[in-house]
């Protein structure tokens, strides 16, 4: 059974305060791992797909890097407005394109 | 382009009671996904829909039945609501082809009491 496990659970960082959001698999036959982020009421808003160990992909503030077993959501100077819930997905071989989400990372940025 | 819409926003159910959640696209895809969000808990997928006619059962399907007629509407139907089902619910899309990232729905919040 495909496991995505995210931490940490919560993290606290003050504006520009860089840090790292970690997402670790255990899947067969990965084809993608997607980050999603999402604020309170709102539906996940699709952020990166990497598809292959090393690849990485930045947008802003973020930058997403993928191994053969996790993949990191590094966040540069953060601002408050990316305060939000960061979410993990992976896609594998033979799923019918389901995917498997983490619990996610709650990320709050203080002035 | 709207994305993907659901309606109602927001629901409150009487334990027994049934109703349907809406979910529209207008991005003319043909994969579309029913997940539901307990806290805590990561993403749940109920069932899926690789096109117009065709519906899959997801990882809870348990208590919720779906149908596709058309390539834009995916309804999720609840039947006999138990306080289990007391959820937030999200609708996604994604194409056939190319990067498969999905894309979703604001959601809808159902209370069961």
């Known amino acids: 059974e495909d496991q995505v496990t995210q931490s940490p659970e919560a993290l606290r960082l003050q504006e520009g305060e860089s840090s790292s959001l970690n997402c670790s698999y255990t899947?067969?036959?990965?084809?993608?791992l997607f980050w999603y982020r999402q604020d309170p009421g709102k539906g996940p808003e699709f952020l990166f797909t990497?598809?292959?160990a090393g690849e990485e992909k930045e947008k802003e503030r973020l930058k997403a890097t993928l191994t053969k077993k996790e993949s990191f959501l590094h966040i540069t100077a953060p601002k408050p407005e990316d305060s939000a819930t960061y979410l993990c997905?992976?896609?594998?071989?033979?799923?019918?394109?389901?995917?498997?989400f983490g619990t996610g990372t709650r990320l709050q940025v203080t002035l | 382009n709207a994305g993907v819409t659901q309606t109602p926003k927001f629901r409150i159910l009487k334990i027994g009671q049934s109703m349907t959640l809406q979910c529209t696209q207008d991005?003319?895809?043909?994969?579309m996904y029913w997940y539901r969000q307990d806290p805590g808990m990561g993403l749940k997928l109920i069932y899926y829909?690789?096109?117009?006619?065709?519906?899959d059962k997801g990882e809870v399907p348990n208590g919720y039945n779906v149908s596709r007629s058309t390539t834009e509407d995916f309804p999720l139907r609840l039947e006999l609501a138990a306080p289990s089902q007391t959820s937030v619910y999200f609708c996604?899309?994604?194409?056939?082809?190319?990067?498969?990232?999905?894309?979703f729905g604001p959601g809808t919040r159902l209370t069961v009491t």
């Open positions: 996604a899309s994604r194409e056939t082809s190319g990067t498969y990232e999905q894309y």
């Open positions: 829909s690789v096109g117009a006619g065709i519906t």
């Open positions: 899947v067969s036959g990965l084809r993608g």
């Open positions: 997905a992976v896609f594998t071989t033979g799923t019918a394109s389901k995917l498997t």
């Open positions: 991005m003319n895809h043909n994969y």
């Open positions: 990497l598809y292959s």
